[in-house]
């Protein structure tokens, strides 16, 4: 099948030590004008990522010169460029982990390259979407987001956040005091449905009200769960 020559080209980064697994992807991924370059281990990996020029990361858990979220870690003190984790075996401890540390989403072993490529192209439609100009500023009391720059501030006090910690954020800003549904925000966030099983949105919504309280500003917004309907951005803490 022919490729439109109007789709751009993808260069992605994958640290990952499976030779096999990114021979496949490479063989799967490439036709689709994906361009993917291969790290196989942190000592690899981190110089090519801190380069910046790749869209996307795909970064595995275990790695044989150290552990993906340190690497994660240490990578999202410098970039938000968006990073799919993989984990050998679904537990939910390293998900809530690399969630908490800045992933943008992830992918348990074994997993097909389809849905792979679909998880790719949700990520950066995310990542690379621009917000109407009239709806850039958001304001909730003491905290406000810049909605095209993802930069956000609880008074004078600047609050870093992840590319799906600032879209949860965001979608609730623009309904203040409204309930929003959690599958609303996982499309929104996550451009995904959420499944019953899925905890994703609970862990960034986790994280993000540890976040709005490092100052304790006395205007600070608080975030709430109404079992079985979803999450409000209330005025204040």
Request: proline share 5%.
């Amino acid at each position: 099948m022919s490729i439109p020559p109007s789709l751009p080209t993808r260069r992605i980064l994958l640290i990952d030590d499976d030779v096999d697994l990114a021979q496949m992807l490479r063989e799967y991924l490439e036709p689709g004008r994906i361009v993917l370059t291969l790290a196989h281990d942190s000592a690899q990996g981190l110089p090519l990522a801190m380069q910046g020029c790749f869209d996307l990361i795909l970064l595995d858990l275990m790695l044989p010169d150290g552990n993906g979220l340190d690497l994660l870690r240490h990578l999202r003190r410098h970039s938000r460029r968006p990073v799919i984790m993989f984990t050998a075996h679904g537990g939910e401890t390293d998900r809530v982990l690399g969630l908490e540390l800045g992933a943008d989403d992830y992918l348990a072993k074994p997993f097909s390259p389809r849905e792979l490529k679909a998880r790719i192209g949700a990520v950066l439609r995310r990542f690379e979407e621009k917000p109407e100009p009239a709806q850039q500023e958001l304001s909730v009391g003491a905290l406000s987001l810049d909605a095209a720059s993802g930069r956000a501030r609880l008074g004078a006090q600047e609050v870093l956040l992840t590319g799906a910690e600032q879209r949860v954020l965001e979608i609730l800003m623009r309904a203040p005091g409204q309930v929003v549904a959690r599958e609303q925000i996982s499309l929104y966030a996550l451009g995904r449905a959420a499944d019953r099983y899925d905890r994703s949105i609970d862990t960034h919504i986790s994280s993000l009200r540890k976040k709005l309280r490092l100052d304790h500003a006395a205007d600070a917004p608080a975030i709430r769960n109404l079992r079985g309907l979803g999450y409000v951005l209330a005025g204040t803490a």
